[in-house]
């Protein structure tokens, strides 16, 4: 029986999305060869890449005004580099809420000058700042949507008129969001949209060629959108998987509708966690991510009781990042919500039985 995966990423896909990557593997497109021996320049793969970066904008509401979406590769922390290298001229801002917005400081900071608008350091990242100054003499401004490891989220946008990038690897198509407020948003693909291998990057065009500096190829957006997304050999099964993720998304009703299963999610867990004397949650109430719910047990002396409890119940992915402890249950796009249920029916019987 398949387990109720709350892994943190790479995450849980849909069935039937890992039924048809599994078979484009054996057969693509009744070619009778496999989606990984195939050139990536056939029109069978260069039709996947396009309906794949038209759809990421279709979802995002972004059709027409001006952005581009690439699918590369490094992951998000590529992207704490190319952002840096395309757009830091003199000073850029950055919002510290946790440990990827963290390294995304350091890398920047090898470019120019980086200030940090404000941080939840001091308590350990367990709240997201607010009611801080956006300096206007910023080349841009870059926050993280959501923080996987301290289970916080960003719910509303900085009101400011300098570009804003963001880092929405964790919470990518979860919620409805203005994505036309956002110049360059990117996402690795292993939690709401595909396999590991691949990153969106959605860029509003008029941001590019604004530096002084050399880019090299690699590293330059502009070149990538020139090329299609195809300057090199692309990561064909990732780039796949992610379309029909998309395709997933846009058949159950788009953004909308998979946001009001997640805040069912969301509401379900989170009331356990208030509701029995047993758990404690990490994150500040008002900051809560619906992509991401940490927690403790509040009598250590429990630990063993409930990992095998949670064991025995086909539930998997739940520990804690090793900074913060505890638990994490990951609830991203795909996973259903009896899976919840699941988890919440555990965290009840322990109650009952301690």
């Keep these: 029986m398949k387990k109720h995966n709350f892994s943190a990423g790479p995450s849980i896909l849909p069935q039937e999305v890992l039924k048809q990557a599994s078979d484009a593997v054996l057969n693509f497109n009744n070619l009778n060869l496999s ?7 056939s029109k069978d793969f260069v039709d996947v890449m396009e309906e794949a970066r038209e759809l990421a904008l279709e979802l995002m509401g972004l059709e027409g005004k001006g952005y581009k979406a690439l ?6 922390s590529m992207q704490f580099v190319m952002a ?10 950055y919002l510290n809420t946790g440990t990827w917005s963290d390294k995304a400081i350091k890398e920047a900071k090898l470019f120019g000058e980086v200030v940090e608008v404000a941080s939840s ?41 300098v570009p804003l990038i963001a880092d ?29 291998g691949t990153t969106l990057v959605v860029i509003k065009e008029d941001l590019l060629g604004k530096v002084t500096r050399q880019i090299p190829n690699m590293l330059d957006y502009a070149q990538h959108v020139s090329k ?25 009703g788009g953004i909308s509708a998979i946001e009001e299963e997640n805040e069912k999610k969301a ?6 966690i208030d509701l029995n004397p047993l758990f404690t949650g990490f994150a500040a109430k008002e900051d809560r991510s619906i992509m991401n719910a940490t927690f403790n047990l509040s009598e250590d002396n429990l630990k063993e009781t409930f990992d095998a409890m949670v064991k025995e119940a086909g539930i998997s992915g739940v520990n804690g990042h090793r900074s913060v402890g505890g638990y994490r249950a990951s609830m991203y796009n795909a ?14 019987e322990l109650e009952r039985k301690a």
């Design 35 to 41: 989606l990984l021996e195939i050139s990536h320049r």
């Design 71 to 76: 699918f590369l590769q490094g992951g998000a």
């Design 84 to 93: 840096a290298y395309n757009l830091l001229e003199n000073k850029a801002g």
């Design 121 to 161: 350091k001091d308590k350990n990242f367990n709240y997201i700042p607010k009611n801080y100054s956006v300096p206007s003499d910023l080349d841009y401004l870059h926050v993280t949507t959501n923080n996987t490891i301290f289970g916080t989220q960003l719910k509303e946008i900085p009101q400011t008129d």
């Design 168 to 196: 929405m690897s964790s919470d990518i198509f979860s919620r409805n969001i203005d994505f036309s407020k956002f110049g360059i948003i990117y996402a690795g693909a292993q939690k709401n949209m595909g396999p590991a």
């Design 228 to 252: 299609g997304s195809m300057y090199n050999t692309p990561p064909v099964f990732a780039v796949y998987t992610s379309l029909l993720t998309m395709r997933w998304l846009k058949s159950k």
């Design 267 to 272: 509401t379900l867990i989170y009331s356990e």
């Design 335 to 348: 996973l259903p919500l009896k899976s919840v249920g699941v988890l919440v029916d555990v965290m009840s």
